[in-house]
């Protein structure tokens, strides 16, 4: 089932979209909003997230630019593709300015889908340039494991990389639980995996990952981040688990 993601924006057939807004008309387009709030709505309740009506103009944004997304610029170090392991790269993230939102739910699905509805607001104008910024992918979640490993710590951070238009010069966010950080550049090694991204998926994903490593004392145990592509109308949609190095 679909979150209050980044996943969601390819949810609706864009030749339906197209056709019942062609006539231009005010009521057709009112009713166009209300069907794709309803739609959010729908996934939102079944993940016991709240989706207000101030994201109907967020989400008509983000739905008209759904084409429109800019790659973050890895640069790719190596990469093995295993039989039954799936897609394996080293890679680099670039250094750059991401925009971030921390939320604490009881559930990794709420404290991801809530983050993301305010870091939708701040792409779709609720920023200081008053304007769409345009999105990119990835979308990022970081996690962190309590300290025996055994579930994930409440606080997750999601984030969005900034537009190259906007590296040098970052929007400042209308909202206050958006902050603008920089971050060096650093190294991942991830694991390409398609389908759902919750705790259970996400544990699971990790556990395959450290039996490909073995015992290996080159990456963090405790942090990961989860790379989010693709929407889930898309039989094999992409996610990736990413490993992060330890410091030297």
Not at 229 to 248: K, S
Request: net charge negative; aromatic share 8%.
């Amino acid at each position: 089932m679909a979150l209050i993601s980044l996943e969601d924006l390819d949810g609706l057939d864009d030749e339906q979209i197209a056709e019942e807004t062609a006539d231009g008309s005010e009521a057709r387009e009112e009713m166009e909003s209300q069907r794709l709030l309803n739609h959010w709505q729908a996934v939102g309740r079944t993940h016991h997230v709240s989706v207000p009506t101030e994201m109907t103009g967020p989400i008509q944004e983000m739905t008209r630019q759904n084409q429109q997304r800019e790659q973050i610029p890895f640069t790719n170090i190596s990469c093995q593709d295993k039989l039954g392991e799936g897609l394996i790269e080293e890679k680099v993230c670039p250094g750059g300015m991401w925009a971030c939102v921390t939320r604490r739910e009881e559930l990794y699905e709420q404290s991801i889908s809530n983050a993301f509805m305010k870091l939708m607001r701040f792409i779709c104008k609720e920023n200081s340039a008053g304007r769409y910024l345009g999105m990119t992918i990835p979308i990022v979640n970081i996690i962190h494991l309590t300290q025996d490993g055994s579930a994930f710590e409440k606080d997750v951070v999601t984030a969005y990389y900034l537009p190259s238009e906007f590296q040098a010069n970052p929007p400042e966010p209308a909202d206050p639980e958006v902050s603008i950080v920089f971050r060096p550049p650093f190294p991942v090694l991830a694991r390409t995996f398609s389908g759902t991204t919750t705790e259970e998926t996400l544990s699971h994903q990790i556990h395959q990952l450290w039996e490909h490593l073995g015992p290996s004392g080159d990456f963090q145990r405790d942090s990961y981040m989860v790379a989010v592509y693709t929407n889930p109308g898309v039989a094999q949609r992409r996610n990736e688990i990413w490993f992060l190095h330890r410091d030297p």
